[in-house]
């Protein structure tokens, strides 16, 4: 704890840092809340430093990306101190703090917000869509080509298979002869896996800003009205694909089950949910969208999903070496939860499209 302090202390905070207790549900950095002596609260996190190799790099992005913001939110008569993260730098006037190999960055911490683990209705994953879609548009004409890409080939899922497949190969901790039927799942995907790639590849989907890790819990919904209020974990924001960003929601919220949840029969695919999600992101930014993004929706969905438990199983294999997990088996379960919402949206495709087609 006095640790954590003293690295705390490195900031210009309001006063002295008194406690740092552990934070949120992220499953890459580690995360704490600060609190000083005049009652300041502030994020403090470690950056994960074996998955954003460039720590110095990132924060570059993360400046960027928050100085636009803010203006733009000023100038729509916002509150740029509660609607978007608040770099806070070191008494030398850095982004971050090093200490060894470690990073540390801090930010205001946004008060009276929660985050949900789970979706618990449908008013609120539709106003979870209209966030991620204004986030989408505010950053429209960012200028793409001044962002670092802070993980590289992050949404690419060819080459993502390509990984899962030397995971296999590997096999370090002797994990795949049971899993058969997860490598399974993947290989017959082999080819569906390259579909939004391949697309991007012969221009007939626009790389723009993306958000690139819209996860419900990656909002923070005001106390009181409930409404959201702030995107925040903008370390993957660089250019993507939109239908991935809408995609990635999907996965996360359209259900009612948690992302490691092990029961199976809890978890479905909510069409309900999806089409609340479709009004809300394509209300937002559909005007900015092309014919073929919105076409690719419901495949950005699959996608997205699809990636997601390749990456978790990849993980599992891996030895559990990528995404924190606080129980043996959890990733097995995380890609289990996917490869079930997987299936369900293969049957639910054609209602799917009309949906997408409803609000186009
Ligand atoms: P990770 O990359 O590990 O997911 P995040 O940046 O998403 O880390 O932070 C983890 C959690 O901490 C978020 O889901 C959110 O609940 C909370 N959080 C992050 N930044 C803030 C902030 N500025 N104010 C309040 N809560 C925050
Ligand atoms: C990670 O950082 P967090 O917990 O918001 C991951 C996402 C995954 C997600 C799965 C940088 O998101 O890509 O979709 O877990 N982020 C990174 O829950 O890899
Ligand atoms: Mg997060």
Not at 316 to 335: E, V
Request: one cysteine or more.
């Amino acid at each position: 704890m006095s640790h954590f302090i003293d690295i705390a202390n490195h900031f210009q905070l309001d006063s002295g840092a008194v406690s740092a207790e552990s934070h949120g549900d992220g499953h890459i950095n580690d995360t704490f809340l600060l609190k000083t002596e005049n009652g300041g609260n502030y994020i403090l996190q470690r950056i994960n430093t074996s998955v954003f190799k460039n720590a110095e790099a990132l924060m570059n992005n993360v400046i960027q990306v928050t100085d636009f913001l803010k203006k733009k939110i000023a100038e729509a008569g916002g509150d740029p101190l509660r609607e978007t993260l608040n770099v806070i730098r070191t008494k030398e006037g850095d982004a971050l703090y090093r200490e060894g190999e470690n990073y540390w960055r801090v930010y205001i911490f946004i008060s009276d917000t929660i985050t949900l683990q789970t979706c618990e209705n449908r008013e609120q994953f539709q106003a979870s869509a209209s966030a991620f879609g204004h986030f989408q548009k505010l950053l429209a004409d960012f200028p793409a080509d001044t962002l670092y890409e802070s993980i590289p080939d992050f949404h690419n899922t060819k080459s993502r298979y390509l990984d899962f497949e030397a995971a296999v190969a590997q096999d370090v901790c002797g994990r795949a002869a049971a899993v058969e039927k997860e490598i399974d799942f993947v290989r017959s995907r082999k080819e569906f896996a390259a579909v939004l790639v391949d697309m991007q590849e012969r221009g007939e989907l626009p790389l723009r800003v993306t958000h690139n890790d819209t996860k419900l819990n990656n909002i923070l919904f005001d106390r009181e009205s409930g409404l959201p209020l702030a995107v925040v974990d903008l370390d993957t924001v660089m250019p993507g694909l939109s239908v991935n960003d809408f995609g990635d929601s999907i996965r996360f919220g359209a259900t009612y089950a948690a992302e490691d949840e092990p029961d199976l029969d809890r978890v479905n695919f909510e069409i309900a949910l999806f089409e609340c999600y479709t009004r809300g992101f394509l209300g937002e930014c559909g005007s900015l969208m092309t014919e073929n993004e919105k076409k690719m929706l419901p495949v950005g969905a699959m996608m997205m999903t699809f990636e997601c438990g390749m990456r978790f199983l990849t993980d599992y294999l891996n030895g559990d070496t990528y995404f924190k997990i606080h129980r043996q088996g959890q990733n097995l379960d995380r890609c289990r939860t996917q490869f079930k919402l997987v299936s369900d949206m293969e049957k639910a495709k054609a209602e799917m499209d009309r949906i997408v087609e409803k609000y186009c």
